[in-house]
């Protein structure tokens, strides 16, 4: 009985874990992973999000992790400096995505 016990509560965690994991609206992945930021933002932050010379700057310094998900939100919708306008060219579900794994990578990082 309590072998079964012990295996009822496994089999209920790990239902729980998948459930709570599909739920997260951000993918398990890192943000340089993401098909989006390679395809849009890699050319200019680099494929490592570090920067790149005369490119767009680090999106890993402790400027950019200090920012707001509102500001890095409106940042890359509406473009600032150099930085060009998305907001036509990605979808808003598209840019919250970006913006949580940023947020996500910013706080994995030491």
């Given at each position: 009985?309590?072998?079964?016990?012990?295996?009822?509560?496994?089999?209920l965690?790990?239902?729980?874990?998948?459930?709570?994991?599909?739920?997260?609206?951000?993918?398990s992945?890192?943000?340089?992973?993401?098909?989006?930021?390679?395809?849009?933002?890699?050319?200019?932050?680099?494929?490592s999000a570090?920067?790149?010379?005369?490119?767009?700057?680090?999106?890993?310094?402790?400027?950019?992790?200090?920012?707001?998900?509102?500001?890095?939100?409106?940042?890359?919708?509406?473009?600032?400096?150099?930085?060009p306008?998305?907001?036509?060219?990605?979808?808003?579900?598209?840019?919250?995505?970006?913006?949580?794994?940023?947020?996500?990578?910013?706080?994995n990082t030491?």
């Amino acid at each position: 009985m309590k072998t079964f016990l012990c295996s009822a509560s496994l089999v209920l965690l790990i239902g729980i874990a998948t459930v709570a994991s599909a739920e997260d609206p951000a993918p398990s992945g890192l943000l340089t992973s993401d098909p989006v930021y390679q395809k849009q933002c890699a050319k200019c932050h680099g494929k490592s999000a570090e920067g790149r010379h005369f490119g767009g700057p680090s999106l890993v310094t402790d400027h950019a992790m200090k920012m707001s998900s509102d500001d890095v939100r409106s940042i890359v919708t509406n473009g600032k400096g150099r930085m060009p306008k998305y907001g036509s060219k990605l979808s808003a579900e598209e840019i919250n995505r970006l913006v949580l794994e940023l947020k996500a990578t910013s706080s994995n990082t030491p």
